[in-house]
C-alpha cells in the first residue's frame, strides 16, 4: 500500500474513533488540548499557510466532535496558540504543549487530541516528518505511546 494510501486510511481511521466517543468529548480541557494540538500541527515547520489555516476552518465547520463546541471560539483559540508559536516557535511550543498536556487526566481525551493531530496532519495528504515529529512531543506531553499511533 503506498504512503498516501496508509496516511488517508489512519485519518480517516481516527476519525471514525474521534465519532464513536464524540459524547465523552465535551471538557473545556479536550477543547483547548485540541485547538493547541491544530496550532501546533499547523505551525510545525516553522511556517503557516494559508491552506493550513484553511483546514483548520474546515475541521472546526466540519468535525462532528468539535461541533460540540462553538465555532468562533474554537477558532480564537486555535488563532492565539498559532500566534504564540509564530512569535517565537520554541518559547511558543513549551506554551502549547502544556495546554496540550491538560488532556491527559482523560485518557480518551488524550487518545482524541493526539487523533485529531493525526488527522489535520494527514489532511493535505502528506502527514511529513515534521508533523509526526509535534505530534510525537505531544504524545510524551499526555503520557502516551506513540507507537500506539504508529509515530
Sequence with gaps: ?????RIKDSASTMQTQLVAKKNDLKSGAFRDASMAMCALVAAADG???PSERQRVAQLI???EVLQNFDAMDLQRRFDENLNKLTADFAFGKVSVLQEIGKAKKKPAEARAVIQIGIVI???????????QA????????LDLPP???DL
Design 1 to 5: 500500500m503506498a504512503l498516501w494510501d
Design 47 to 49: 511556517t503557516v499557510d
Design 61 to 63: 465547520a466540519s468535525n
Design 121 to 131: 496532519g494527514g489532511a493535505d495528504g502528506d502527514f511529513d516528518k515534521t508533523e
Design 134 to 141: 509535534v505530534v510525537r512531543e505531544a504524545c510524551f506531553a
Design 147 to 149: 507507537h500506539e499511533f
